[in-house]
């Protein structure tokens, strides 16, 4: 880890206590660096812009307030002109001077020497970092557009065929130097006149990465086409020199307003978000994952604005998407690029179980990783970390896997070899992007035989309401004979409330077991919680017999819906399907009390007289009729509604099929179908429905079932009936050979208008002129 971090890791005994919570004294570690920048006359304008956005950026986009930043600008030397102008000494990035050092950067004129003395540059910025803090980490950045290279009596003596070993010789002096002072060289070439070998070289002359040892992370140099990719490609190499993880977005064009997006790991602590805007009227507002604008607010830090480069420093950022969004003022516009510079800063702790123990006894070797707030639980914080066990004494050592297990922890389950003796050392070592190698060292003196009492902790469901309590269980063994007295001791953050009951026992040879409870207070937050539990002897000085980390995860009651969401979802189902069974059964039944297609009609001795009459609206629940006798022959004449002294009313009994009618004065009559009813004395009244398929002729039958199927019946519910009548549809109200024997036509009208038919035309008419019964033939 870096310089800080690194002290917080030393090897050593183990730390007794480590902040249950994360530990507050955490801290990005600061760097010394200086930025070279190529000053050369072969830099056009826009070339030398870039560098300078590149370098102003570096200057005031580092993760932590304390680092100090230098700022050289080099060409070559020329009569009394020297090689590098020191536009910035060694400030601290939070002095505001540090945002202003990348605008003293100029391009050289032919007399103050325009080529390129790159030894000269990093003896310089190698000087300059004699000064940082011991044991504080030293970076040079350098960008330049070509090989290096000096004309005579510029520093390199006047014969040009000697210039080029000179500047060699000069080359592998200022390498020897940074490499002796501790200093990291990271080069950047850009443009067709760059050396790449030479850059390599560079890169590699200068001291090792202090992020690890693995080649990957080795300094290196940077070769890109043109400037255009200067800024991002610094960018890069920063965070790599820096053990920081960059994360990059697409620039956009902004004229009016945009967007842009960058992406914080869960695993970060801290954060620089970057901002390069080709025009400094355009403004940034940054707001969190939550939506909530950031500026300004404890733990923050903003730089730069209304210049070409804007920062926002934030610790302990919420992970996940920040916006930046951006708006130009009036008559501004132009590209404009972000990132986030990252680190986590975390540290690892060592458990073993049993803490003490002894040779040939298996012990749970157990890492985890802690930032500056809690444990790190979370699988997304995780990703990506690789934690690395090592085991070693007199005559031990060994490699140790390290799996994934449950609530951030990493173990692996190791036997102690027979024969061990003296000190062990058990080290865990992280590894992840962003993250260096963060240590720690636990160091136990082995034990010759079985220890005199040996415990055991087990647990209940550590997922709790708030004020909810985590039941635990203690098991033992005692072997020496002697009493002892066991107590649980828990180390939670003080926010969270807990408290212990029932973490006491006294007990002595035997084994059995006790139980306890850590409960928690009822505004516990919401979330993972983790301390450390351990069981000690009180009876002998407090040694520890059992550590372990424990994580309690606190879920807020369920609400209302979350109780009840599928009972009240199964209830509006269920009264969905009773209102539906309902609606369909009233439809029914009104369906069935539609006098619908039905017809009516007068019979004399079983014969139709007349002319049928059918109701005037089939969806109605009644039909109206008046019957007149003094016409000729009498008549059922439709009417629209319920006339009061003269109506005869029409209903359908839905449970029976048979028609309910109603008589003008009063009385009530049922009529069957297929059977006339009498209703004045030789005159009787039937129907047929068609609702039912056809059968025999009207009164040559039984009566039909309006609700079944075939056989002179159908389904009063679908479409009138299940067949259609076999004759042709009859005439309402004349017309001929409907539902009966064959019947001349009436040249009279429905009503009898015209004249009286002859004498036994009538359909079952009797003949002879003698009878007027029912006013057939000419009255006498």
């Known amino acids: 880890m870096l310089g800080a971090l690194a002290l917080a890791l030393l090897p050593g005994a183990a730390r007794a206590a480590d902040p249950p919570g994360g530990d507050p004294n955490l801290k990005v570690a600061p760097i010394s660096y200086v930025v070279l920048v190529d000053e050369s006359g072969s830099l056009k304008g826009p070339d030398l812009d870039r560098e300078k956005d590149a370098a102003g950026l570096a200057a005031i986009g580092e993760l932590s307030p304390d680092s100090r930043v230098g700022m050289v600008g080099f060409g070559s030397g020329a009569g009394s002109k020297p090689a590098v102008d020191v536009v910035c000494p060694m400030i601290p990035v939070s002095d505001p001077a540090a945002a202003g050092c990348a605008g003293k950067l100029r391009p050289?004129?032919?007399?103050?020497?325009?080529?390129?003395?790159?030894?000269?540059?990093?003896?310089?910025?190698?000087?300059?970092?004699?000064?940082?803090?011991?044991?504080?980490?030293?970076?040079?950045?350098?960008?330049?557009?070509?090989?290096?290279?000096?004309?005579?009596?510029?520093?390199?003596?006047?014969?040009?065929?000697?210039?080029?070993?000179?500047?060699?010789?000069?080359?592998?002096?200022?390498?020897?130097?940074?490499?002796?002072?501790?200093?990291?060289?990271?080069?950047?070439?850009?443009?067709?006149?760059?050396?790449?070998?030479?850059?390599?070289?560079?890169?590699?002359?200068?001291?090792?990465?202090?992020?690890?040892?693995?080649?990957?992370?080795?300094?290196?140099?940077?070769?890109?086409?043109?400037?255009?990719?200067?800024?991002?490609?610094?960018?890069?190499?920063?965070?790599?020199?820096?053990?920081?993880?960059?994360?990059?977005?697409?620039?956009?064009?902004?004229?009016?307003?945009?967007?842009?997006?960058?992406?914080?790991?869960?695993?970060?602590?801290?954060?620089?978000?970057?901002?390069?805007?080709?025009?400094?009227?355009?403004?940034?507002?940054?707001?969190?994952?939550?939506g909530k604008q950031v500026d300004a607010a404890p733990g923050t830090e903003r730089r730069g604005q209304g210049s070409r480069t804007e920062t926002l420093r934030v610790s302990d950022p919420i992970a996940g998407k920040w916006r930046i969004h951006l708006k130009a003022r009036a008559g501004a516009s132009g590209p404009v690029s972000a990132a986030a510079l990252w680190q986590g800063v975390v540290k690892s702790y060592v458990q073993l179980n049993p803490p003490q123990p002894s040779v040939g006894e298996s012990v749970r070797f157990s890492v985890f990783l802690q930032t500056r707030e809690k444990n790190l639980t979370d699988p997304a914080a995780l990703k990506g970390v690789t934690v690395a066990g090592h085991v070693e004494g007199a005559g031990l050592?060994?490699?140790?896997?390290?799996?994934?297990?449950?609530?951030?922890?990493?173990?692996?389950?190791?036997?102690?070899?027979?024969?061990?003796?003296?000190?062990?050392?058990?080290?865990?070592?992280i590894t992840a992007p962003g993250v260096t190698g963060a240590q720690e060292v636990k160091t136990v003196t082995l034990g010759q035989g079985p220890a005199a009492v040996g415990v055991e902790l087990k647990w209940g469901d550590t997922t709790i309401e708030p004020g909810g309590s985590v039941a635990g269980t203690v098991q033992w063994k005692v072997t020496d004979g002697k009493p002892h007295t066991l107590r649980v001791v828990a180390d939670f953050p003080p926010k969270v409330g807990m408290r212990i009951t029932g973490?006491?026992?006294?007990?002595?040879?035997?084994?059995?077991?006790?139980?306890?409870?850590?409960?928690?207070?009822?505004?516990?937050?919401?979330?993972?919680?983790?301390?450390?539990?351990?069981?000690?002897?009180?009876?002998?000085?407090?040694?520890?017999?059992?550590?372990?980390?424990?994580?309690?995860?606190?879920?807020?009651?369920?609400?209302?819906?979350?109780?009840?969401?599928?009972?009240?979802?199964?209830?509006?189902?269920?009264?969905?399907?009773?209102?539906?069974?309902?609606?369909?059964?009233?439809?029914?039944?009104?369906?069935?009390?539609?006098?619908?297609?039905?017809?009516?009609?007068?019979?004399?001795?079983?014969?139709?007289?007349?002319?049928?009459?059918?109701?005037?609206?089939?969806?109605?629940?009644?039909?109206?009729?008046?019957?007149?006798?003094?016409?000729?022959?009498?008549?059922?004449?439709?009417?629209?509604?319920?006339?009061?002294?003269?109506?005869?009313?029409?209903?359908?009994?839905?449970?029976?099929?048979?028609?309910?009618?109603?008589?003008?004065?009063?009385?009530?009559?049922?009529?069957?179908?297929?059977?006339?009813?009498?209703?004045?004395?030789?005159?009787?009244?039937?129907?047929?429905?068609?609702?039912?398929?056809?059968?025999?002729?009207?009164?040559?039958?039984?009566?039909?079932?309006?609700?079944?199927?075939?056989?002179?019946?159908?389904?009063?519910?679908?479409?009138?009936?299940?067949?259609?009548?076999?004759?042709?549809?009859p005439r309402p109200y004349g017309g001929e050979g409907a539902y009966g024997a064959e019947r001349p036509y009436n040249p009279y009208g429905p009503y009898g208008s015209g004249p009286a038919a002859e004498p036994g035309s009538g359909p079952g008419a009797n003949p002879g002129p003698d009878d007027t019964t029912f006013g057939y033939g000419p009255p006498r």
């Open 108 to 290: 050289r004129t032919d007399q103050e020497g325009n080529n390129t003395d790159i030894p000269a540059a990093i003896k310089q910025g190698v000087s300059m970092l004699r000064s940082a803090p011991a044991g504080q980490p030293k970076v040079l950045f350098i960008t330049t557009d070509g090989a290096m290279s000096v004309q005579p009596n510029e520093g390199y003596g006047a014969d040009a065929a000697r210039i080029p070993g000179e500047l060699d010789k000069a080359l592998t002096s200022a390498l020897a130097e940074a490499k002796a002072a501790g200093v990291q060289i990271w080069p950047l070439g850009f443009g067709a006149g760059i050396d790449t070998a030479q850059l390599n070289r560079i890169a590699g002359g200068g001291a090792p990465s202090f992020c690890s040892a693995r080649p990957e992370d080795a300094p290196k140099a940077s070769v890109i086409k043109d400037s255009g990719e200067v800024v991002q490609t610094l960018r890069k190499a920063f965070g790599s020199a820096r053990c920081a993880g960059v994360t990059q977005t697409a620039s956009t064009d902004v004229d009016g307003e945009a967007d842009l997006e960058v992406t914080i790991p869960a695993i970060a602590t801290d954060v620089v978000i970057q901002v390069q805007k080709a025009n400094p009227d355009i403004d940034a507002t940054f707001f969190d994952p939550d």
């Open 397 to 429: 050592k060994a490699d140790i896997p390290l799996k994934a297990g449950d609530k951030g922890e990493f173990y692996s389950d190791y036997r102690i070899p027979g024969g061990t003796t003296g000190d062990v050392r058990f080290t865990g070592t």
């Open 503 to 729: 973490g006491e026992q006294r007990v002595s040879a035997g084994s059995d077991s006790f139980g306890f409870k850590l409960t928690f207070g009822d505004n516990i937050a919401k979330g993972d919680h983790t301390g450390r539990v351990r069981v000690v002897d009180t009876s002998d000085g407090d040694k520890v017999l059992a550590d372990t980390t424990r994580t309690i995860t606190v879920e807020p009651p369920p609400g209302f819906w979350d109780r009840y969401l599928w009972l009240v979802i199964g209830a509006v189902v269920l009264i969905a399907l009773l209102l539906g069974l309902l609606g369909y059964l009233a439809k029914r039944r009104g369906r069935a009390r539609r006098i619908g297609p039905i017809v009516l009609r007068l019979y004399r001795d079983g014969q139709q007289i007349g002319v049928e009459t059918r109701p005037l609206d089939e969806r109605a629940e009644a039909m109206w009729f008046k019957l007149d006798t003094t016409a000729f022959p009498p008549q059922l004449i439709p009417l629209y509604q319920h006339e009061p002294g003269t109506a005869w009313t029409v209903r359908r009994t839905a449970a029976t099929g048979t028609l309910d009618v109603e008589t003008p004065l009063g009385t009530r009559l049922q009529l069957d179908m297929g059977r006339p009813t009498e209703i004045e004395p030789g005159l009787a009244l039937g129907f047929a429905d068609e609702r039912v398929q056809a059968g025999p002729a009207d009164g040559a039958g039984g009566p039909a079932d309006p609700y079944g199927g075939g056989g002179g019946s159908a389904d009063p519910y679908g479409g009138y009936g299940s067949a259609a009548p076999t004759a042709a549809p």
